[in-house]
């Protein structure tokens, strides 16, 4: 196929090998894209190995507050945990860098758009899912296609002199500012503890004596500030990932279950997303009434199963997140979080729209909640359960 096809391009082994397939296979001239999410590469460095390689041209786009802006904070207050574990990092960005090698592709006159996915992993299903609702074009994955596995990938880079880093030889690596991704390697025998040349993002040894603290302020929802300093999502989120990875804190290992079907075992660094989860949740609580709890966490696990699956574009995500941001309207206060050793805690929320009332709780002297008027509420709450078991008593009794 002559042309130009538009490549998804992190620099990492998959997308490299894929510019040579396109390439040699396929007879293309290649134009590179990297979305900057926040995955910290050097961008010279990256263009510069996409020229080696043979690319035409090379696009960087900084996207890093859309990506907090528009996919981030939508997850924070969907409490989006995939399986209650994964905070959808990698899930979270392939729909945007989908939509700007759209916008590149349509720029550049491409005949085809292309990324280095395999055909076991989740991240085919979420390219290919927002490139087809928002283009004709025919999309390309060299692995894919080609059923290709690593010691193959490895050796085509090999035979062509492609650099590839030791911690690619040893892992997959994807990551942006919401969280960190590690697998393959010895990481696929779900009984092995990952070792610590694993992590980049959190401390797993000489560990702080002491606890570490960090207040995060909620408005609408959306965190803005932390330990009182008013920042921009971006910088928090930074700002958290390294307060939170220092202490240990932010380790995710699980067997997940992926749209394809395959269960993996998945090992993720996600400080901040634990941390900002953890207290957007503890918040809602203070704010919203029971009947709300109830009804958003299960709005709350369609929304993540959507982002999961790669349906980004799917209208029913729209309908969700009708309700959650109207839900999120309360979600105003700050939250109290105790870092150490590895694990987090909330010991402290408030809030101008609390539904807590310490005048009602107190066990103390002075309170206003009348408790003879239980009497009579405990007594209409079990009167089903009552009747209930009053019906099995006969039968027991003819057992």
């Known amino acids: 196929m002559a042309g130009k096809a538009v490549l998804a391009f992190s620099g990492g082994l998959d997308t490299s090998v894929a510019v040579g397939y396109l390439r040699e296979d396929h007879g293309m001239e290649v134009v590179t894209v990297t979305v900057d999410v926040g995955q910290g590469d050097d961008r010279r460095r990256i263009a510069a190995k996409s020229k080696k390689l043979g690319a035409s041209k ?17 997850a924070i207050m969907a409490n989006a945990l995939y399986q209650e574990k994964y905070c959808l990092a990698t899930a979270l960005a392939r729909p945007l860098i989908a939509k700007k090698m759209l916008e590149v592709a349509a720029a550049e006159g491409a005949v085809a758009l292309a990324h280095g996915c395999s055909g076991k992993g989740n991240d085919q299903v979420r390219f290919d899912v927002a490139l087809q609702a928002g283009s004709p074009l025919p999309i390309i994955a060299p692995v894919r296609d080609m059923n290709l596995d690593r010691p193959a990938e490895l050796r085509f880079a090999a035979e062509r002199g492609i650099h590839v880093d030791d911690v690619s030889k040893k892992y997959s690596i994807d990551q942006n500012l919401w969280g960190r991704a590690i697998e393959g ?18 401390r797993t040894s000489g560990l702080p004596d002491r606890p570490t603290y960090a207040v995060v302020g909620f408005e609408a929802g959306a965190p803005v500030s932390l330990d009182g300093r008013a920042m921009d999502t971006v910088r928090l989120i930074q700002l958290m990932n390294l307060k939170a990875g220092a202490a240990g804190v932010g ?56 982002a999961y699956a790669g349906l980004w574009d799917d209208p029913l995500r729209d309908d969700l997140e009708g309700f959650i941001r109207s839900a999120q309207r309360a979600v105003t206060g700050r939250v109290r979080l105790r870092l150490f050793q590895g694990g987090v805690r909330v010991v402290g929320r408030s809030s101008p729209c609390s539904l807590y009332d310490a005048r009602a709780a107190t066990y103390g002297e002075g309170s206003e909640f009348d408790q003879r008027d239980a009497r009579g509420f405990v007594r209409l709450w079990g009167m089903q359960t009552a009747e209930a078991n009053k019906l099995k008593a006969p039968a027991r009794r003819k057992a």
């Open 58 to 74: 090379h696009v960087h786009v900084d996207a890093r507050r859309e990506f907090a802006r528009e996919y981030v904070v939508p």
């Open 185 to 202: 390697g010895d990481l696929e025998d779900p009984y092995s503890e990952p070792r610590e040349d694993a992590f980049e993002w959190v």
């Open 251 to 306: 380790i995710v290992d699980h067997v997940e279950d992926r749209a394809v079907g395959i269960k993996s075992r998945e090992v993720y660094e996600t400080p901040a997303a634990i941390c900002l989860v953890e207290a957007h949740k503890d918040l809602e609580k203070m704010v919203h009434t029971k009947h709300q709890t109830r009804v958003k966490a299960a709005v709350d696990r369609e929304w993540a199963e959507l």
